[in-house]
């Protein structure tokens, strides 16, 4: 079973990414995904989440109306769209995927995780 996350890189502040983590090994289409991120010297933090249906999702307070979370169930993918980026956004972004099909916010809760993909927006 393996996440894989890509589609960080380096960018101005005001601009955007599109992250992307393909899943392989198993179908999560009943699984809840979500992206967590960790910067420098910080905890990890979530960051949003999607049920498994796609049609709920969850946004941490820092990233509401900049941020937008969707899936793919037919392809096991999911996408975080960012816009807006702020310096305060760098971080190492990780997807991962819930034990179950409802949204939960603790990363205890999340079987599977990618790798990480690094965002690093310059002021």
């Known amino acids: 079973v393996q996440l894989q996350a890509s589609g960080g890189g380096l960018v101005q502040a005001g601009g955007s990414l599109r992250l992307s983590c393909a899943a392989s090994g198993r179908s999560f289409s009943s699984s809840a995904m979500a992206w967590f991120r960790q910067g420098p010297g910080k905890e990890r933090e979530i960051v949003a989440a999607?049920?498994?249906?796609?049609?709920?999702?969850y946004y941490a307070d820092p990233v509401k109306d900049r941020f937008t979370i969707s899936r793919d169930n037919a392809n096991n993918t999911v996408y975080l769209h960012m816009n807006s980026l702020k310096p305060e956004d760098t971080a190492v972004y990780h997807c991962a995927a819930g034990r179950y099909g409802w949204i939960v916010v603790r990363d205890s809760q999340y079987a599977y995780w990618g790798q990480g993909t690094q965002v690093t927006v310059s002021s």
């Open positions: 999607i049920e498994w249906t796609g049609g709920g999702t």
